[in-house]
């Protein structure tokens, strides 16, 4: 592996994350401050996404995954459904070792920290979760999973395909999204396969909890933001006015619109009732 620059290399020509995936950068505030502060909030952009994947991918991704090879959940799923889980299963325990690494490894490269605490998506999911019972859990993480498999592809995608991103960022994503194509075309057959089992009372839950479950994983991360800033900056009173600029703004909605389309297109694909969400 060659030795990347470090954000203080004059020679520095790479970003560590495409601008038009870093919320904060589109605020006017934030551009006026020039090259270095673009520079290190795209790294800790990156931080915060290889954070965010381990949490998914060795939380609800998991133990879905988990009930997903239990013969005795689903039983009567096909055989390819229920081995293909198997070889899933495998697969994200891999992805979330790899990015452990790789956080250590642009942690040292970027001069960086990676946010601190939880992604707000595991609030928002306990927030929905939290008073129900362990086969409702289990409900709403298949829903959220389901929506996860099918949207982190596209990300990925955007992410390995940027010309101006580190190449070993971008080799990253590609080793990622190459596995997670598959995953998601795994999903889209499994939700297929199972929304028509669904009763009327299960399909109507899975309908009003959909949007919810969208807004959880997409919505911006406030304080992942916040911490982005206070890192840049050092404590300063406009972080709130900018964080709520950017993420109460057209473009993080219409960023949460495009994202969603994949997911959204499945819920078409399945006949969903969905409402706009
Ligand atoms: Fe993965
Ligand atoms: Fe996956």
Same mark, same amino acid.
């Given at each position: 592996?060659?030795?990347?620059?470090?954000?203080?290399?004059?020679?520095?020509?790479?970003?560590?994350?495409?601008?038009?995936? @870093?919320?904060?950068?589109?605020?006017?505030?934030?551009?006026?401050?020039?090259?270095?502060?673009?520079?290190?909030?795209?790294?800790?952009? !990156?931080? #915060?996404?290889?954070?965010?994947?381990?949490?998914?991918?060795?939380?609800?991704?998991?133990?879905?995954?988990?009930?997903?090879?239990?013969?005795?959940?689903?039983?009567?799923?096909?055989?390819?459904?229920?081995?293909?889980?198997?070889?899933?299963?495998?697969?994200?325990?891999?992805?979330?070792?790899?990015?452990?690494?790789?956080?250590?490894?642009?942690?040292?490269?970027?001069?960086?920290?990676?946010?601190?605490?939880?992604?707000?998506?595991?609030?928002? $999911?306990? #927030?929905?979760?939290?008073? $129900?019972? #362990?086969?409702?859990?289990?409900?709403?993480?298949?829903?959220?999973?389901?929506?996860?498999?099918?949207?982190?592809?596209?990300? $990925?995608?955007?992410?390995?395909?940027?010309?101006?991103?580190?190449?070993?960022?971008?080799?990253?994503?590609?080793?990622?999204?190459?596995?997670?194509?598959?995953?998601?075309?795994?999903?889209?057959? !499994?939700?297929?396969?199972?929304?028509?089992?669904?009763?009327?009372?299960?399909?109507?839950?899975?309908?009003?909890?959909?949007?919810?479950?969208?807004?959880?994983?997409?919505?911006?991360?406030?304080?992942?933001?916040?911490?982005?800033?206070?890192?840049? /900056?050092? #404590?300063?009173?406009?972080?709130?006015?900018?964080?709520?600029?950017?993420?109460?703004?057209?473009? @993080?909605?219409?960023?949460?619109?495009?994202?969603?389309?994949?997911?959204?297109?499945? $819920?078409?694909?399945?006949?969903?009732?969905?409402?706009? /969400?």
């Amino acid at each position: 592996m060659t030795e990347a620059p470090r954000l203080d290399d004059a020679t520095f020509q790479y970003s560590w994350y495409p601008d038009e995936l @870093v919320p904060l950068l589109s605020h006017s505030e934030v551009k006026d401050e020039g090259v270095r502060v673009h520079d290190a909030l795209a790294a800790h952009q !990156l931080l #915060a996404y290889i954070r965010f994947t381990i949490a998914l991918e060795s939380g609800p991704v998991q133990r879905v995954m988990e009930r997903l090879c239990d013969p005795s959940y689903l039983p009567e799923r096909s055989y390819w459904l229920k081995t293909e889980a198997n070889a899933i299963a495998d697969e994200e325990r891999q992805h979330a070792h790899v990015h452990e690494h790789a956080l250590c490894r642009f942690e040292q490269e970027t001069g960086m920290q990676a946010p601190s605490g939880v992604p707000a998506f595991v609030r928002r $999911l306990g #927030a929905i979760t939290g008073n $129900l019972s #362990a086969s409702e859990v289990a409900f709403v993480e298949f829903l959220f999973v389901c929506i996860s498999e099918t949207l982190i592809t596209s990300d $990925l995608r955007a992410l390995s395909r940027a010309p101006q991103v580190h190449p070993e960022v971008r080799s990253l994503a590609r080793n990622h999204a190459d596995d997670e194509s598959r995953h998601s075309a795994y999903f889209h057959r !499994l939700f297929a396969d199972t929304w028509p089992r669904l009763d009327t009372q299960h399909q109507h839950h899975a309908t009003s909890l959909i949007p919810r479950l969208l807004r959880a994983y997409l919505s911006p991360d406030r304080d992942w933001m916040f911490d982005g800033i206070s890192r840049v /900056w050092g #404590a300063t009173d406009r972080a709130e006015s900018i964080v709520n600029a950017v993420c109460d703004g057209a473009c @993080v909605r219409e960023r949460m619109l495009r994202a969603a389309r994949p997911t959204l297109r499945m $819920l078409a694909t399945t006949s969903v009732p969905l409402e706009i /969400w």
